[in-house]
């Protein structure tokens, strides 16, 4: 059974965590600023306009999609954490149900991860990229989904770990390949056979493809390569077989 109280409070504990490291916050913005600027602004001399958009701004819910993906897998490290430091146990030994834990850890990453997405918003006037309310909000509501399901992805993994050595490495080898397989950096029909097969089974691909379709809707579809209905039922699904997933092996392994 769902308890609303346990996901509050982890959600609380977690947001005052990341609201107090000003370092994390800091960070968290440093890294989507010098892709956008200094990888984005270089390569846009030398990679020619998609659909009458400039490389640099093509990047741009790449770039949302990169913050979305960083700040989502690792809000994970926080079980490692709590299981080496021993307040995990208490956790478990509490009357409360592992979905609710699960549920709580998920909800706490993806309103995290919104804070900074809406942080890179912010950013967009400086690029030539105009937004309505409308858009803005069907870009919240895209990330919102993708970092869900990327949190539960992290929680997945995240059971099977008890350093941050352990969970560090397996993570950086999941996280850049999954980027750089998005669709995030250039287009996913370009990518060779393999590749384009290996990106097409990548969650991240359809969340950034949704970004596209909302943020450039006049593109005719030049900028994008799914139906955004196609990118949001994937996505859905995805985070449907991962909280379940995850839900599952929270139950099993940690007791």
């Known amino acids: 059974m769902i308890d609303s109280n346990v996901i509050r409070v982890i959600i609380l504990r977690e947001v005052k965590k990341f609201v107090r490291e000003k370092s994390r916050l800091i960070s968290s913005i440093a890294r989507p600023v010098i892709w956008l600027f200094l990888v984005g602004g270089g390569l846009s001399r030398l990679v020619p306009d998609q659909g009458g958009v400039s490389y640099i701004q093509f990047i741009y819910p790449g770039i ?28 478990l030994v509490a009357p409360v149900s592992r979905s ?23 950013l967009s006037p400086f690029l030539g990229i105009s937004l309505d309310l409308f858009q ?3 870009v ?18 995240a059971v099977f770990y008890d350093s941050f050595e352990s969970f560090s490495v397996i993570m950086n080898f999941i996280v850049m390949p999954m980027f750089f397989l998005s669709g995030a950096m250039y287009p996913v029909n370009k990518l060779p056979a393999v590749l384009s097969w290996l990106a097409r089974v990548n969650p991240l691909t359809y969340g950034i493809d949704g970004l596209k ?6 593109s005719g579809g030049s900028v994008s390569d799914f139906p955004v209905g196609t990118d949001l039922v994937i996505i859905v699904l995805t985070s449907a077989i991962f909280i379940t997933l995850s839900t599952l092996l929270f139950r099993t392994r940690l007791k």
């Open 213 to 218: 379709n909302v943020i450039f809707p006049l």
């Open 136 to 138: 803005v909000a069907e």
């Open 100 to 122: 609710s834990i699960v549920l709580g850890k998920a909800l706490s990453g993806t309103i995290v991860s919104m804070i900074q997405v809406f942080m890179i918003l912010l």
């Open 140 to 157: 919240l509501l895209i990330a919102f989904m993708l970092s869900f399901c990327l949190c539960n992805i992290g929680i997945l993994i």
């Open 64 to 91: 949302i999609g990169m913050t979305v993906l960083f700040s989502s897998i690792f809000s994970a490290i926080s079980i490692i954490w709590d299981k080496e430091f021993g307040y995990m146990k208490e956790i």
